[in-house]
Every structure is written in structure tokens, then in C-alpha cells.
């Protein structure tokens, strides 16, 4: 089982909040506590089904029960199986603690994908992955 890191390569707004995309992790300014929420997009193109987990991870430990499983259907009728996992998770940091996701893919079949925009409109950029972190407290 291949554990990964999730590649965060860019930002659109932070404030106290900031990407380090040597490591991908977010770091955070100032101590509270955080609700920090992504949505993974995946594709599998192989013929079975994939599981794919994802967690939480900060100052590269695992956090306990952060932990969620997704089954990607695989390739039918031609067309790639997809799905999209949607997690929030409140977390009690510290300043200057350091978070980012780990994945992994049962069979190594799943992928995550980043779709760019249709050629002659209709559908914007799709990241293959977005991240959200905001300071609640």
C-alpha cells in the first residue's frame, strides 16, 4: 500500500494561513482551532473498483480518526469510474503547526485528477484537489 502526500500546488485567498508547497502542508499563524475541509477528485481506469483513504496528518503525525474511504467504481462503457470525497474536520492547533493530507489506493488504480476547462466552453478548470482551512476560534 503506497502511502502519498496530496499535492497542494496553489493558492487563491489566505489570510493567517499560509501553503508551503516544498512540503504541500498548510501552516497556520496563530493557535486555535481550525475547521480544514477538501474535496479530492478521483478517477480509476482500470475494469475493478479501487478504495482510496485519505487523512490528516500534522506536524507529520497521523491524526486519530481522521481516516475516510471512498470506493472509486472502475472503467465501464468506455469511461473512466469517478467520485469525489468530501471531508471537514475541526482541529485544535498550535501556531506555526504544520497540516496536509495523506492518500492511498488500495490497488493503485485510482488517480487524482484535475480536469482543464472544456475547449469551447461550458465547464471551468476542475483542481483535482481543493483545500479550505479557516480559524473558527
Known sequence: LAINTVIINSTSLANGVTLDTGTNELVVAVAGTYNIQFSVQL?????????SIVWYRVNNTDVDASTSLITTSGKHAGANGASIMTVNLFL??????????????????????????????????????IVTANQVS
Open 92 to 129: 485544535a492547533l498550535s501556531a506555526n503547526d504544520r497540516v496536509k493530507l495523506m492518500w492511498s489506493s488500495k490497488d493503485g488504480a485510482s488517480v487524482i485528477a484535475t480536469y482543464q476547462p472544456h475547449p469551447t466552453g461550458g465547464c471551468p478548470y476542475s483542481p483535482g484537489i
Open 43 to 51: 478517477v480509476n481506469g482500470s475494469s475493478s473498483d479501487d478504495n
